[in-house]
């Protein structure tokens, strides 16, 4: 059995769970949460490996989720001691639905995501918020060329980082796209990507789908920037990577200062990873659930770190009643 197809499983019956609480109000999300982590949980259950939930959601908004510690998978049950010395172990980081608040107002671009990766590969973090800055390969690519192995974008004002923009893409500064998340937090960058003259995509919430938009060709998204959710930062670094694109990214303290180290993609997740996600309500790149009668449709990706390989899902099942 392939393991990531499970974990494609899980995300798709999350998926399915969360799309009856679509438009439901803001005082459905935990509901919303709940439903989608009981399914998930049932699958990544059945599946026989021992895994570790090493980020998860939850923990910023006290809400139900595959929490940060929690042991999924058939072997937890078992002896843990002579499984982990006799077998390969794994680690996850997921999002039951990143975009709760879109999904119980009806909105576009929530998804259910899980990322899979070896044990001791993916990057443990406590905080809350994480500066961050996502390009596409055509950047790092030029990022490559013209810079030594410590260049780090993310330390460059944001000037420079237009200047590094037009000319790895040939653009004019008129022309590049940069998605902000829109929060009060980021209104000092908003202000001065508008004076570099960019055009500007505020999000309200799905910083993991906007930023892996960046790495697809498809989607004229240039740049994401700005404080977002440490958690999604880690998630997305995965599709990014497999993607061919790069990402650079902080914690950052309660004040938004700097804390710790720059890491960039293969810091977040070192090892080879794979990256499952299904629309909940239809975005940039995935559509959401759709109901028949008597079936319900799913849009999923799995993007595999190491060998780049990006899969499409369009999945019928048979509506349980």
């Known amino acids: 059995m392939n393991i990531a197809y499970k974990i494609l499983e899980a995300t798709e019956k999350s998926a399915i769970a969360a799309s009856q609480w679509i438009g439901s109000g803001l005082d459905k ?10 399914q998930s ?10 895994a570790k939930v090493i980020i998860g959601e939850g923990i910023k908004d006290n809400a139900p989720g595959l929490l940060t510690g929690d042991l999924v998978g058939q072997y937890v049950s078992k002896d843990i001691h002579t499984h982990r010395i006799n077998n390969t172990n794994y680690e996850l980081a997921a999002d039951v639905i990143d975009g709760t608040k879109l999904t119980v107002n009806g909105l576009p671009g929530a998804i259910s995501v899980i ?4 044990e001791n590969s993916i990057y443990e973090t406590n905080n809350f918020y994480q500066k961050k800055i ?5 950047t790092k690519k030029y990022l490559w060329k013209n810079s030594d192995d ?3 974008l993310i330390r460059f004002s944001i000037k420079e980082i237009v200047d590094v923009l037009c000319m790895s893409l040939n653009k004019t500064k008129n022309d590049l796209t940069i998605c902000l998340l829109d929060r009060p937090r980021n209104q000092k960058f908003i202000d001065e990507f508008r004076k570099c003259g960019c055009r500007l995509q505020l999000i309200s919430d799905g910083d993991i789908t906007n930023a892996i938009s960046v790495c697809i060709d498809e989607y004229p998204v240039d740049l994401l920037y700005g404080i977002g959710g440490a958690p999604e930062g880690v998630i997305s670094s995965s599709a990014i990577k497999g993607l061919g694109g790069g990402i650079e990214v902080y914690d950052v303290d309660k004040n938004f200062k700097m804390k710790g180290k720059i890491l960039n993609e293969n810091d977040l997740v070192s090892q080879e990873s794979v990256f499952c996600a299904t629309g909940i309500t239809s975005g940039q790149f995935l559509k959401g659930v759709k109901i028949s009668s008597d079936r319900m449709y799913t849009n999923s990706v799995m993007i595999n770190s190491h060998t780049k390989e990006i899969r499409w899902f369009n999945v019928e099942h048979k509506k349980q009643v």
């Open 134 to 138: 996502v390009y596409n390969k055509t």
């Open 150 to 152: 410590d260049f780090r």
């Open 115 to 118: 990322v899979i990766s070896l």
């Open 29 to 38: 999300c935990n509901n919303a949460d709940n439903s989608a982590t009981i």
């Open 41 to 50: 949980k049932k699958i990544l259950n059945q599946i026989p490996f021992y």
